[in-house]
T-cell receptor, first 115, second 108 residues
Framework: EPEVTQTPSHQVTQMGQEVILRCVPI?????FYWYRQILGQKVEFLVS????????KSEIFDDQFSVERPDGSNFTLKIRSTKLEDSAMYFC?????????????FGPGTRLLVL | GQNIDQPTEMTATEGAIVQINCTYQ??????LFWYQQHAGEAPTFLSY????GLEEKGRFSSFLSRSKGYSYLLLKELQMKDSASYLCAVYGGNKLVFGAGTILRVKS
């Protein structure tokens, strides 16, 4: 069964450093998402991406964040200058359609710890 | 605004039936999803409702009333492995908006 994959599984970084989280969505999917989950809190939407453009972003997704689909398979989330409060689990998700019960398939997540 | 409410925790006995409720007030609605999440893992899809009524899928069923902004997830024949967090999520505006999740503890 096709899966969304994410690398790395864990990342530890110093405050102020840049991090790039990588995702490989399911190959025929067209819509891509990043969510985050701070420990003990709910899953929060960050950004959605379609046709090489951001289609929607949340208030969390400020100028420190960017997304890119550098080639036909990868989808990346960059945090330019990490803050302590960026420590969270980051989930990538993808879907083929926007509606009709097509679920978003989540990757296993990258646990980011900012020190 | 977006508001999704579900109970924080529930406890049930192995073999029993449990119902987890979710109420929502969201600015857009294109369906309601239930996900299961074990600690430290990604959410996994359980069910989807876009029309009013009950959707059954093995031991899991989900109900939706759009006029009441209400859904529930019904788990039958509970097993120990069902101990997890259950997330109610509304799909609208090309994103999923999640509730805080209900931690279900199944005891023997």
């Amino acid at each position: 069964e096709p899966e969304v994959t994410q690398t790395p599984s864990h990342q530890v970084t110093q405050m102020g450093q840049e991090v790039i989280l990588r995702c490989v969505p399911i190959s025929n999917h067209l819509y891509f998402y990043w969510y985050r989950q701070i420990l003990g809190q709910k899953v929060e939407f960050l950004v959605s991406f379609y046709n090489n453009e951001i289609s929607e972003k949340s208030e969390i997704f400020d100028d420190q964040f960017s997304v890119e689909r550098p080639d036909g398979s990868n989808f990346t989330l960059k945090i330019r200058s990490t803050k302590l409060e960026d420590s969270a689990m980051y989930f990538c998700a993808s879907t083929f359609l926007l509606a009709g019960g097509e679920t978003q398939y989540f990757g296993p997540g990258t646990r980011l710890l900012v020190l | 605004g977006q508001n999704i409410d579900q109970p924080t925790e529930m406890t049930a006995t192995e073999g029993a039936i449990v119902q987890i409720n979710c109420t929502y007030q969201t600015s857009g609605f294109n369906g309601l999803f239930w996900y299961q999440q074990h600690a430290g893992e990604a959410p996994t899809f359980l069910s989807y409702n876009v029309l009013d009524g009950l959707e059954e899928k093995g031991r899991f069923s989900s109900f939706l009333s759009r006029s009441k902004g209400y859904s529930y997830l019904l788990l039958k024949e509970l097993q120990m492995k069902d101990s997890a967090s259950y997330l109610c999520a509304v799909y609208g505006g090309n994103k999923l908006v999640f509730g805080a999740g209900t931690i279900l503890r199944v005891k023997s």
